[in-house]
């Protein structure tokens, strides 16, 4: 099985990359191989709504450093997309690649039967981490982010979420999130 984790948050030992690593970690003992990028060190663009992914080709025209990161995202088994809220939403570095994914959408995708570019039976596992404790905000951004992955075709998912962390290394003392984190990557290579 292969697992492709984005770090989305620029900060490499922060909180979602914790979560995100332990998530790995878990999956390689099991057996998956893994492939982390980190966002934050990569140079792309986000998309230009040039539409040359619906008329002239079946991928993105941009060409830097996303390409080998979307290239994975679409052989992989098991993605995980891991993030910082940042004013309410996903990072700045996570919304970019987010915005790229329009590439694995077919021509005529509103009314196109076959959706998505990409196989189905993909797995999405999406980390979320925030300084405010109260877990009732912000639960809009997952949601948001799932309905899309659906349509490409990712038909289970799974999120972990971590409220009131704010520094580097709280989120590792969250025993509960970090044994969720486990609990799924176990789940998910056993399968
Ligand atoms: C620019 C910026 C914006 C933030 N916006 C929010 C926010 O809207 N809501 C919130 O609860 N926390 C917010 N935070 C706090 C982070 O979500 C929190 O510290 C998170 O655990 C950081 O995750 P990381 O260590 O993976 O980067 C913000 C932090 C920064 C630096």
Do not use: H
């Not at 030992?13 to 998530?23: D, L, M, T, V, Y």
């Not at 994975?72 to 994914?101: C, G, N």
């Amino acid at each position: 099985m292969n697992v492709v984790c984005l770090l989305g948050s620029p900060q490499k030992k922060g909180n979602s990359s914790a979560i995100a690593q332990r998530f790995c970690d878990t999956a390689e003992k099991s057996g998956a191989s893994v492939a982390t990028f980190a966002l934050n060190e990569l140079n792309y663009r986000g998309c230009q709504g040039c539409m040359a992914c619906k008329t002239k080709r079946d991928d993105c025209a941009l060409s830097d450093d996303l390409t080998e990161v979307l290239e994975a995202v679409r052989e992989t088994d098991v993605l995980v997309l891991a993030s910082p809220v940042y004013f309410w939403d996903v990072s700045s570095q996570l919304k970019t690649f987010i915005d790229r994914t329009f590439s694995y959408l077919t021509p005529g995708f509103m009314t196109n039967p076959v959706k998505s570019r990409l196989a189905p039976g993909k797995k999405l596992v999406f980390v979320l981490t925030q300084g405010n404790p109260d877990s009732s905000l912000f639960r809009d951004i997952f949601p948001k982010i799932d309905c899309f992955f659906k349509a490409y075709g990712f038909a289970e998912s799974y999120l972990i979420r971590a409220c009131g962390v704010r520094g580097p290394g709280e989120a590792e003392g969250r025993e509960d999130v970090m044994a969720l984190t486990q609990k799924t990557a176990e789940a998910i290579c056993r399968a």
